[in-house]
């Protein structure tokens, strides 16, 4: 190959980087948008901060005052306030912008270790990209992405290229006792670190059926020492500020029967997903563990199929799990279809693939044609994603005009006990924090949401329980508020109690949103 052909293709790689780049930083930037989780971290973050102690029993809700509640993300929620303390909304979008950076350069890193070709790394971590767009938020999971991927490049860096450095894995417990001071997700971190012990494990006691494998099997000590390593990072994930509480909090949460109809907690194969775009993406991953099982059994290497399908029958609980499948095998799905193409006995086929520029400049294409769609929020329709570009929060989805008119005419000093919609629990707690809400989206207990659901169902007997919880205001806000498009609701609920059938009640405000 000619020194100009070489230069011209190292110019289109990076030039197909930069564009990529520019592609994660645009789709990392969405308004807020009818999720207050935010603002749970915020409030949190500022309760810690200036009380100087992680609570262990609710501290915001009037209704719950002195339940269990631990916040396993605290770490999280105080780097959240005080970056926005900082600079707001833009500091909260840098940090989201240079976690989801960082996944996708260690993947890139990664691939360019195995030598993937360009093609068809840019096409795995493109479909991985959209496919992540719908979790793509201010929130700690980004962080558990994120540690995903550190943990999986020291496995690979000690499995597959510097076999006699177990210094390497030194830095796992570090990783796992910071991890769990941030997001919950460290258990499936160690649920990925026991599955490659039993890889090393397999390779150990197959040891003689592989001797022709291009990894050589551990020997007892540095087995020994892999599973120490892995006992300390799970003893490390007890540092946190209320130990093995945290883990029993965790399971409580998760057992909640009101997590059934919250989207991300569904089966991706419910009917009413089916068809989301998102799943499309995740139906390919799953096809690609083929090319995985190809990869392992041609390599006689158990690591990669084992990581694909254990996650995947991971992933077959909730939506929000999709994620971390995709996550997990897009590295090894994209090693095997390089393996694959690198292999193909039709040399003329292969050199298109994997050299020509031809696939290169589609892609680029491709991305510019993206990229100029995002700021426009075309592409978000188009994929009929509820996304919105920009930083901040969108306040047609936020009862923004309504929390000042409280402000401005001291609504909320008239009580202590405000009835408030599950989506706006975090907003009314960060705008008034000397306030306390009915209920919010950290889903304490199911007594609170059952009571909850009764009342704004206005099943028979709620008006005895919204007496018996003395509620001296309603607040209400999309998406329960939208008569526009249905105004019989109004008729029927609590709206109609509200509105037609009490006495009790007097409308203060109300601009189409809110009220």
Do not use: C
């Amino acid at each position: 190959m000619s020194s100009n052909r070489i230069n011209s293709s190292k110019l289109f790689n990076i030039t197909l980087i930069s564009y990529f780049a520019a592609f994660l930083i645009l789709i990392s930037m969405s308004q807020l948008a009818g999720e207050d989780d935010l603002f749970w971290y915020l409030s949190t973050g500022r309760y810690i901060v200036q009380n100087g102690v992680v609570p262990s029993a609710d501290v915001f809700g009037f209704s719950t005052s002195g339940m269990p509640w631990i916040p396993f993300e605290w770490a999280w929620d105080v780097i959240n306030f005080y970056l926005f303390s900082i600079s707001g909304y833009a500091a909260l979008s840098f940090l989201e912008i240079t976690l989801i950076l960082s996944i996708f350069y260690l993947i890139f890193r990664l691939l360019l270790k195995f030598n993937v070709r360009y093609p068809v790394s840019l096409l795995v971590l493109l479909l991985l990209a959209i496919g992540m767009i719908q979790r793509m938020s201010i929130k700690p999971h980004l962080v558990s992405y994120l540690a995903f991927i550190l943990i999986l490049t020291l496995i690979i860096r000690f499995r597959y290229f510097e076999r006699d450095n177990p210094k390497i894995l030194y830095f796992l417990p570090l990783i796992f006792f910071i991890w769990i001071n941030l997001h919950m997700g460290v258990l499936a971190g160690l649920f990925m670190f026991g599955l490659y012990i039993v890889s090393e494990l397999t390779g150990y006691i197959f040891r003689k059926r592989l001797q022709d494998s291009e990894i050589k099997p551990l020997e007892k000590n540095m087995l020994f020492k892999l599973i120490t390593i892995f006992i300390i990072s799970a003893a490390a994930t007890l540092l946190n500020p209320h130990g093995l509480k945290t883990y029993e909090y965790a399971f409580h949460i998760v057992s909640m029967k009101q997590l059934e109809i919250i989207y991300e907690w569904k089966s991706p194969f419910s009917t009413e997903y089916l068809l989301f775009f998102s799943n499309f993406v995740y139906y390919f991953f799953i096809l690609l563990i083929i090319p995985v099982i190809y990869y392992s059994v041609k390599k006689k290497d158990i690591f990669p199929v084992l990581l694909a399908i254990g996650f995947f029958l991971q992933s077959t609980r909730a939506y929000r799990l999709t994620i971390d499948f995709m996550l997990i095998s897009a590295p090894f799905a994209a090693i095997s279809l390089n393996f694959i193409l690198l292999n193909f006995k039709n040399e003329k086929l292969k050199t298109y693939l994997t050299e020509k520029i031809f696939l290169k400049i589609v892609f680029s294409i491709t991305l510019l044609f993206v990229i100029a769609n995002i700021p426009n929020n075309k592409i978000y329709s188009w994929l009929s994603y509820s996304r919105k570009f920009g930083i901040g929060i969108d306040n047609n989805n936020f009862p923004v005009r309504m929390y000042n008119f409280l402000r401005t005419n001291g609504i909320t000093e008239t009580g202590e006990r405000p009835f408030n919609t599950y989506e706006t629990g975090g907003y009314f707690i960060w705008n008034f924090p000397d306030k306390k809400n009915f209920i919010g989206s950290r889903g304490l207990n199911d007594d609170i949401w059952n009571q909850y659901t009764s009342i704004i169902n206005a099943e028979q007997g709620f008006e005895g329980k919204m007496d018996m919880l003395n509620i001296d205001y309603v607040l209400w806000m999309v998406p329960l508020l939208n008569y526009s498009q249905n105004p019989e609701m109004l008729n029927f609920g609590i709206m109609h109690y509200l509105f037609k059938d009490s006495k009790k009640w007097k409308l203060l405000y109300w601009d189409d949103r809110s009220f």
